[in-house]
């Protein structure tokens, strides 16, 4: 079971957001990954618990932040329920999207898995719901992902192989790189990958 630490920050002018901290494993239903963030001035900021079936959808997303809460599972699409930390304003969602995303690393592990790419195949298109910080807002996203290199690495635990995606969000055009290895994120615009006790978890 990997455990370590991320920290964040801002991709565009690089401003530190703060450590997210984070453990995952595989389970009989398929990936769960669980994580609580803080921020630089050590406050928990907020958690994220993540689980999706063998095939990388969806089975349970819960999201917490000070003020507020959202629930979502992947159902005719995907279905989720916002509220704020009192629980009196509750705001329900549906979406024809694939799976869910956000600033946690444990979304672009999920949606990897959810493609299932290969080196040289052809880009592929996903509709995902982003949850924005701090508020959790919901708001539809489409991006384009492609594996561009599949590469091992030798290691004191046995070969590493690290695969390099290009992700381009469609309504702007602006592309980048995230490296992940199994279900770990090495790196990735707005996150580093600064400790880890154990190797990654090596999807079949």
């Not at 009192?86 to 672009?108: C, K």
């Amino acid at each position: 079971m990997p455990r370590g630490r991320y920290s964040l920050h801002d991709p565009h002018d690089h401003t530190p957001l703060g450590d997210e901290h984070f453990h995952c494993a595989p389970g009989p239903s398929g990936w769960r990954y669980v994580s609580r963030t803080v921020g630089p001035s050590g406050q928990q900021t907020g958690t994220v618990d993540l689980a999706v079936d063998e095939l990388g959808r969806p089975i349970r997303l819960e999201l917490h932040t000070a003020d507020w809460q959202v629930r979502g599972a992947a159902l005719d699409g995907v279905t989720w329920v916002r509220t704020d930390s009192s629980g009196v304003h509750a705001d329900e969602g549906t979406a024809r999207a694939h799976a869910f995303t956000g600033t946690s690393p444990a979304f672009l592990v999920a949606t990897a898995r959810l493609l299932r790419l290969t080196p040289g195949s052809p880009a592929t298109r996903v509709r995902l719901v982003a949850f924005t910080d701090p508020v959790l807002a919901p708001r539809h996203v489409d991006q384009s992902w492609a594996l561009m290199n599949s590469e091992a690495h030798a290691t004191d635990n046995g070969l590493l192989v690290v695969d390099e995606y290009q992700v381009s969000a469609l309504d702007t055009g602006e592309r980048h790189t995230v490296h992940i290895a199994g279900d770990v994120v090495l790196a990735a615009p707005g996150i580093e990958l600064e400790d880890l006790d154990d190797p990654p978890n090596v999807f079949p």
